[in-house]
C-alpha cells in the first residue's frame, strides 16, 4: 500500500481532532504509507464544504454514505455522536474498509458486538478513539506494572470527572437521550473503564450505583420549557479484577473545578503509580521504604515524545496524543503492530460498562 485515502464523517470537536492528527501525523512520523485527506462528511453540507476545504480535504459530502461508496477512500473515520457509530462503522465494514471510530464505540453493548464480529469477518484493521492510553507516561505504566514494580496488584482507584453539565441550567443535547448517549459512564467513564482493562487486565465482577442530579434541563439556550432527562449524572462501582485485585471507579460530568480529571491510583504490594490526565506529562511511583512518591515526568527517553520534541519538560498534549493513536493505527493497517484498542477490546468495554448499568439497576453484584 503506497498511498491511503481518509475519509472524515463529522466536522466537530473531535472531527477537527481527527484532522489536525491525519495532518500531522506523516511531518511527525517516518510512515510507511503516504496519506490523502480525500473526502468529508457532515449532514450540514455547507459546514462540509467549508471544513474540507479549510483542512484539505479534496472532496466534501453531505451524506456519510457518498464518502463510504468513494473509491478513494480507504479509511473511515466516525466522529459523530454515539447513535450513529453502529450504522456508519456497518457500512464501512460491509465495504471492506478499515474504520477508525470514535468512543464509546456503540449505544448498546449488542451493538457493540456485531460491530466487533462484522470487524472479524470483513478482515480489515479497526480502532477506537481511546487516545489516552497512547501518552508514553501510560504506556510506561504498563511496562512498569508488567515489570513487577508495584509487586502483586492490590488496588486500582479511578476517576473521570468534568464539570461541562454541573450547571442545571445548561441546556439539554444528544447526549442526554439515552436512545443516542449513555450519560456520564458512556461519555467520559468509558475511558475510565478502558484505561483499567488496560493496565489492570479484565474485571470479573462488578457492583454499582448511578445517579441523575439533575431531573430535567432546558430543551435549548434560555427556553423556559424543560425536559426530562433518563441518563446519569454521576456513576460509581466497585470491581473485581480477574488477577484478585479490587477497585473502585467513579465518573461525572457535573463535578465543579475539573476539566479533564482520568485520574487513577494503582496499588501492589511492592508500591504505588499515580496519575492525572491534567497534569498528562507527569506519573507519580512510591516504592516501599521510600521516603515519599518520585516524579517521572514525560521526555524524549519515553518512545513517541521524542518525534514532537527532543527535550524533556516541554509537554505533549491532547492532539499530540491523537497524532500518536493515528500513527499506531497507520503501522497496523501496513502490518507492523497491534498496540491499539480494536472493536474487540472496545466491545469488552461496553460489556463492561452494561454491567454497571445493570449492577446499579438490579442492586446486586454482577459477574462478566
Given amino acids: 500500500m503506497d498511498e491511503l485515502g481518509v475519509g472524515l464523517i463529522g466536522t466537530g470537536f473531535m472531527g477537527r481532532a481527527h484532522a489536525l492528527a491525519f495532518r500531522s501525523v506523516g511531518a511527525v512520523f517516518e510512515l510507511p504509507v503516504r496519506l490523502r485527506l480525500a473526502a468529508l462528511a457532515d449532514a450540514d453540507g455547507q459546514r462540509a464544504a467549508h471544513c474540507a476545504k479549510a483542512w484539505g480535504f479534496a472532496q466534501a459530502h453531505a451524506d456519510w454514505r457518498q464518502l463510504i461508496d468513494d473509491p478513494q477512500v480507504g479509511l473511515v473515520a466516525i466522529t459523530t455522536p454515539n447513535h450513529l457509530h453502529f450504522p456508519m462503522a456497518m457500512a464501512a465494514l460491509a465495504a471492506g474498509k478499515a474504520v477508525y471510530c470514535e468512543k464509546p464505540l456503540a449505544v448498546t453493548s449488542e451493538q457493540a458486538e456485531q460491530m466487533h464480529q462484522a470487524a472479524q469477518a470483513a478482515g480489515v484493521v479497526t480502532r477506537v478513539g481511546y487516545n489516552y492510553q497512547h501518552n508514553p507516561l501510560i504506556i510506561l505504566a504498563r511496562e512498569l506494572i508488567g515489570n513487577g514494580e508495584l509487586g ?13 453539565m454541573a450547571d442545571p441550567d445548561s441546556p439539554w443535547t444528544w447526549r442526554c437521550d439515552p436512545q443516542q448517549a449513555g450519560g456520564a459512564l458512556a461519555d467520559l467513564g468509558s475511558h475510565l473503564l478502558a484505561m483499567a482493562r488496560f493496565l489492570m487486565g479484565p474485571v470479573a465482577a462488578v457492583c454499582a450505583d448511578t445517579h441523575t442530579v439533575h431531573q430535567e434541563r432546558p430543551v435549548r439556550a434560555g427556553a423556559p420549557e424543560r425536559r426530562a432527562i433518563a441518563v446519569d449524572d454521576q456513576a460509581h462501582a466497585l470491581l473485581r479484577f480477574t488477577n484478585g485485585a479490587r477497585g473502585n471507579v467513579g465518573s461525572s460530568w457535573i463535578k465543579h473545578g475539573y476539566k479533564n480529571h482520568l485520574a487513577f491510583e494503582i496499588s501492589g504490594t511492592l ?28 521526555g524524549p527517553a519515553l518512545p513517541g515524545y521524542a518525534a514532537f520534541s527532543p527535550a524533556p519538560g516541554h509537554q505533549l498534549g491532547y492532539n499530540e496524543l491523537k497524532t500518536l493513536e493515528v500513527q499506531e493505527l497507520l503501522m497496523a493497517m501496513c502490518g507492523q503492530g497491534r498496540d491499539g484498542t480494536d472493536f474487540q477490546e472496545a466491545w469488552e468495554v461496553e460489556r463492561l460498562a452494561a454491567a454497571i448499568r445493570l449492577a446499579a439497576q438490579e442492586q446486586r453484584w454482577i459477574t462478566l
Wanted: charged residues 25%; aromatic residues 14%; proline residues 2%.
Fill in 152 to 164: 502483586q496488584l492490590v488496588s486500582f482507584q479511578g476517576e473521570f470527572s468534568e464539570d461541562f
Fill in 271 to 298: 508500591g504505588t503509580l499515580a496519575f492525572d490526565q491534567e497534569r498528562l506529562n507527569e506519573l507519580r511511583l512510591y516504592r516501599a521504604g521510600q521516603p515519599g512518591f518520585q516524579r517521572l515526568l514525560a
